[in-house]
């Protein structure tokens, strides 16, 4: 079983920026892609950003605002966020794909942390 654990989602002003962090725990043999996700109220979840086979994919809302960034020693995926709009405040949840030490192959999600913006 694996675990991710989010930190650093923050009540923020606009323009502000603000930087989230993942830590994955557990029998993780291989992580094949760490990504963040967000939903808003009454929104569907999306797709933020993920790094995958050595690339990265941003969606187009986010794009030179926000950076993806990895650590697979460590087993964490940080965010780094700048330039924050209102538009973006919504829960931020971590996405780890991988294989466990026995072979099997995961998908973990983190419990969510609250992104607000807003003056």
């Known amino acids: 079983q694996v675990q991710l654990v989010e930190s650093g989602g923050d009540l923020v002003q606009p323009g502000g920026s603000l930087r989230l962090s993942c830590v994955a725990s557990?029998?993780?043999?291989?992580?094949?892609?760490m990504g963040w996700y967000r939903q808003a109220p009454g929104k569907q979840r999306e797709l933020v950003a993920v790094?995958?086979?050595?690339?990265?994919n941003y969606s187009d809302s986010v794009k030179g605002r926000f950076t993806i960034s990895r650590d697979n020693a460590k087993n964490t995926v940080d965010l780094q966020m700048h330039m924050l709009k209102s538009e973006d405040t919504a829960v931020y949840y971590c996405?780890?794909?991988?294989?466990?030490?026995?072979?099997?192959?995961?998908?973990?999600w983190g419990q969510g942390t609250q992104v607000t913006v807003s003056s």
């Open positions: 557990g029998s993780i043999s291989v992580i094949a892609a």
């Open positions: 996405n780890i794909i991988g294989r466990l030490g026995d072979g099997r192959s995961f998908i973990s």
């Open positions: 790094s995958s086979s050595g690339s990265i």
